[in-house]
Structures are given as C-alpha cells and as structure tokens.
C-alpha cells in the first residue's frame, strides 16, 4: 500500500517547456488534489477532482491544466512554463466529504522553472 | 483575502514544555478544523481534527481547542519531544474543500 505518489521528485524547466506530474493513489479514494507551497504563502488549491472524468479549479488554476482518466491517477500539466510556477507541488487524495475531510498527501514534486 | 492565518511564522520551545500553535480564521462557514505536521522532503500528515460543534479534542500528546466567538484555534503539544519539530499547518475544511494557513515551524530544543 503506497498511499499517494508523485512523479518525479525534482524537475528543472525552462521557460516556455511544457511538462505533466503525475499523481497516483491506491486507497480508492473519490477526491483529488493539486496544491502549490510558497514561501509564505501555505498550500493553495490549483485544480481538484470529485470523481473519474471530472475536474473543477481552485484557487490559482492560471497557467495549468487537469485530467482524471482513471480513478487512480490525477495529472497536472503545464503548457507553457514561467517563472512564477517555480513551487514545490503536492498531490492528495481524501475518501468523503462530510467529515473532517482529511488528505492523504504525496512527497512532493520541487519544479525549478529558469 | 487570508481565510486561516497563522501569524508566528516559527517556535521554539525546550523539550519537555508545552507547544502552542495558534491558528485564526475569518470565515464561520467551515465545518472542520485540521492540523498537519510536515517534515522536511515530505508531504504534509494529518495530525488532529476538531469538528466546529466541539470545543476540544485530544489525541495522546496533543489537544486542540477551539474558540468559536473569537474565529481562534490552537494547538497544544505536550510534553514536546525533539520529534516534533517540523512545519505544523492549521487548516479549515466545508465539505471536501480545504483552505491551509501558512504554517509554523516548531523546534523543538533537546
């Protein structure tokens, strides 16, 4: 049981270079995350998913796109990158909503964007 | 527009003593309240929840409490051991959204 993994670890871009994070879960879990952390600023919510086949945006949703193929994987691209997307990315997961909700979260992928 | 702000950006307490970690929020629409702990290289872990109908929850070492006419929690670690040094993250969660704080870095000195 690995609960949530990410891919990869690290990543190095250059500006305007497209690339895709992979998120996998093997707790069935319903709903899926991608967050950012910044210096400051917490965890912010990019794009989530309630289900397979569905994705809605979160908090800073420019400049990234989505997709939940299949229940277990929840991918996060970027078309074009800049600067600004340097972060540190987290993938979670959690069951049911109408609890606490808690999330199972990822290690963590740390993109460098030149 | 910070929902769940954690003004101490850090902590340092001697092993053995009390942790405080405080947590305000702006919003009384949330159902939860959540901390996480995170280390180094690694993902956030759930550590403690308190629903927004109880005043407190305690689990071993570590209690919550919650002060709703003031929008204010916190986090009390005790006795604190060198373990528990790492990045404590408040959040507050309204079905399966979630907002976090900051954070706080906690050490804990040996």
């Known amino acids: 049981n690995a609960g949530v993994t990410q891919t990869p670890k690290f990543r190095v871009l250059k500006t305007g270079q497209s690339m895709t994070l992979l998120c996998a879960q093997d707790?069935?879990?319903?709903?899926m995350y991608w967050y950012r952390q910044d210096p400051g600023m917490g965890l912010r919510l990019i794009h989530y998913?309630?289900?397979?086949?569905?994705?809605a945006k979160g908090e800073v949703p420019d400049g990234y796109n989505v997709s939940r193929l299949k229940k277990q994987n929840f991918l996060l691209g970027l078309e074009s990158a800049a600067p600004s997307q340097t972060s540190v990315y987290f993938c979670a997961s959690s069951y049911l909503a109408g609890t606490a909700n808690e999330q199972f979260f990822g290690p963590g992928t740390r993109l460098t964007v030149l | 527009d910070q929902q769940v702000k954690q003004n101490s950006p850090s902590l340092s307490v001697q092993e053995g003593r009390i942790s405080i970690l405080n947590c305000d929020y702006t919003?009384?629409?949330?159902?939860?309240f959540l901390w996480y702990k995170k280390y180094p290289a690694e993902g956030p872990t759930f550590l403690i929840s308190i629903s927004s109908i109880k005043d407190k929850n305690e689990d071993g070492r570590f209690t919550v409490f919650l002060n709703k006419s003031a929008k204010h929690l916190s986090l009390h670690i005790v006795p604190s051991q060198p373990g528990d040094s790492a990045v404590y993250f408040c959040a507050a969660s309204r079905g399966f959204k979630t907002i976090f704080g900051a954070g706080t870095r906690l050490f804990v000195k040996a």
């Open positions: 998913s309630v289900g397979e086949g569905t994705t």
């Open positions: 707790m069935n879990h319903e709903y």
């Open positions: 919003n009384s629409m949330f159902d939860y």
